[in-house]
């Protein structure tokens, strides 16, 4: 298997390899104006692209960056890789994706290979329990900016989030101004500081109109079948529940799923409201209400963070976007 | 940025580079089990790894592939590429990512770039108009392996597709032995081939009835917004429409919800019916009835004939999977 070399150019037009490399490097100040538009023209006949890879290794820069997330399958996570990827190739980077599933092995491994293939940078969306493998990412000196979620006992890293608990606080007092009393809120992964960050929010809003119940807390997976089996149970244990609070979409529109087809009226009898806005929020009937996360403009900024860090220019090390609160058919 | 290197090893146990170097590549048969226990573990606590890039120029394998899609935000395209990236990581590959919008112009230059980065092979969901960068693939002896799509006027490359006619007749033939009638089509870009497959079964089963009416055929994109602009005209124009049938999940998603929207009952008045059984065809309430592509194995299969053909085996050039008939609430 081989690419298309200068050797082939040069044969084919009738030159030294030494010149088919000043002209393609631009070195081509003593080369005629004939021979140069010769070889030019034979370059692009056969498709001939430089190696980018003996560059990378004087220049000591790949050109590309990699992003290690749970699982591309999760609409919240392929729409930020897709940002990261928009942009990185705007700027001349390609992007090494690694799914995880949050396993902190899997995220060992990946971030391994990504320096053995000297990735310039890494776009990191943990489990959160990353320390070992951001330890190696320190250890040689490969840059890394954090999306959405932060480490266990670690908060010096850079990092691109939302305002999660300012997120719940709007749809609490939303749903509060309707009337709603009895809202059940559902967390993900207690573990995770994302949840700790909505549950606050949580406890802070009911506890103000003093409404708060420790049992309306109730914890499940952050993926649509977390979202069923919790539903179910919320709605058998719990008759008088007038709202759910899901911590995130892909939740929310699980819990939806169950709350219809067990024939409750949504909203007429209970409001639903998740959190994230991803794309496929307003694919059901009725559309979700929710907390809309600036996912795109997150991953963008993550991306262009890191390119800046690469770059040697400065940045802030902690970057927060506000959320904001979309009514739709759900409440 | 500097990662760790060989050096900063032989500096801190005190011994050449020359030596870690025997020890790391296991060329250590001259070297004391303690001189190497002690470089191995120093190895350990720097975190070094490996330049992989050095090696891949001087192997010629950068043990890197390239999947070219049109949108990593599409379920379909997002589970394929779940698919490429678990079996390439089980198969020491890792994978570039880039989105094309199916824009042919994106696809020449992610193709350029990718042989710039000198991956070992490309997976190509082409927008049906890939011949240029097939094209220069083929020159710089880069090899790929299409899946889903073919590109138009060309049917001699290496691909993984499903057997789209088989699944329309299944779907169809399900319909009418429920007392189906007036079955509608919706199709997308009728440009493609994936297209033309589908509709071709649609003529033949509701010629086959003597049932077919060219004016029950109706385009659109293959996008939610398109399932529900295209779902107003049906349902406006054709009051007599006993059923839908279209062309992938995310239209029917949004048809679906059109229908409800509008009142109808799913499945009493309107059935629907999908295509490729991505994940969240079971998040609506009802749930959609579907024609399954196996897409997991379709993008594992893709995955390991591309390493096939890298490590130089023999393939199958054309490999098709059967589509089945998942009946689920909305028919």
């Known amino acids: 298997m081989k690419k298309v070399t200068m050797k082939d150019i040069a044969i084919k037009a ?16 003593s080369i005629s104006a004939e021979t140069k538009n010769k070889i030019l023209k034979i370059a692009e006949e056969l498709n001939y692209i430089p190696n980018g890879v003996a560059r990378s290794l004087s220049t000591n820069k790949s050109e590309t960056i990699g992003i290690i997330l749970p699982d591309i399958i999760n609409p919240f ?24 599933d949050s396993d902190v092995y899997k995220e060992i491994n990946y971030t391994k290979l990504l320096i053995s293939k000297l990735v310039d940078g890494v776009i990191f969306i943990t489990g959160g329990k990353s320390n070992h493998p951001l330890e190696i990412l320190q250890s040689n000196n490969v840059p890394f900016v954090l999306v959405d979620r932060d480490v266990e006992d670690q908060d010096n890293y850079c990092g691109v989030y939302c305002l999660n608990k300012e997120g719940v606080i709007q749809g609490l007092e939303y749903l509060i101004s309707k009337g709603r009393k009895n809202i059940a809120f559902v967390t993900g992964n207690k573990g995770l500081k994302v949840s700790k960050q909505r549950i606050e929010g949580y406890k802070d809003v009911m506890s103000k109109y003093d409404m708060f119940k420790e049992n309306l807390i109730f ?82 900024q993550s991306c262009e963070t890191l390119i800046d860090i690469i770059d040697g220019n400065a940045v802030n090390n902690k970057i927060y976007f506000k959320p904001e609160l979309i009514i739709r058919g759900t409440t």
């Open 14 to 29: 009738g030159v030294s390899k030494a010149t088919v490399s000043m002209v393609l490097n631009k070195k081509d100040g």
């Open 77 to 100: 996570f392929s729409e930020i890789a897709r940002a990261i990827e928009d942009t990185a190739s705007k700027l001349n980077y390609n992007v090494i994706f690694c799914n995880t």
């Open 219 to 300: 914890e499940s997976d952050f993926t649509i079948e977390g979202g069923m089996e919790i539903t179910e149970k919320i709605i058998s244990e719990n008759k008088e529940i007038d709202s759910i609070f899901y911590s995130n979409d892909i939740m929310a529109l699980g819990g939806l799923k169950v709350l219809l087809r067990r024939g409750f009226k949504v909203p007429g009898e209970i409001s639903v409201i998740g959190f994230d806005n991803i794309n496929i929020s307003n694919f059901t009937e009725p559309e979700l209400t929710t907390i809309a996360q600036p996912i795109y403009e997150m991953g963008k």
